[in-house]
């Protein structure tokens, strides 16, 4: 199983974005390797931690728990990225 976490807080534009680039790319992906994807969402308005690490940097992509991206999420990468993790 893949763990892809999206890192953001609400009413933030990019976050919105960033969830609807890993939505469409997940559901683009086979559905053998889809369904091995786990998407958790984690805001940085619900810990302190992941806001003092990250609030610069959102939305944070981290696939297995490693940094894959910021900011803006290219869809191209992010499939090449989750393919590879599968």
Not at 21 to 40: F, G, R, Y
Not at 70 to 84: F, I, M
């Amino acid at each position: 199983m893949t763990q892809l976490t999206l890192i953001g807080k609400p009413d933030c534009h990019l976050c919105d974005v960033a969830r609807e680039v890993v939505d469409q790319v997940v559901a683009d992906l086979p559905d053998e390797t889809a369904d091995s994807i786990e998407i958790v969402e984690r805001s940085i308005a619900d810990d302190e931690a992941l806001a003092a690490q990250w609030w610069e940097k959102i939305p944070v992509v981290l696939i297995d728990g490693q940094l894959h991206g910021h900011w803006r999420v290219s869809p191209d990468r992010l499939r090449a990225a989750l393919a590879a993790a599968s």
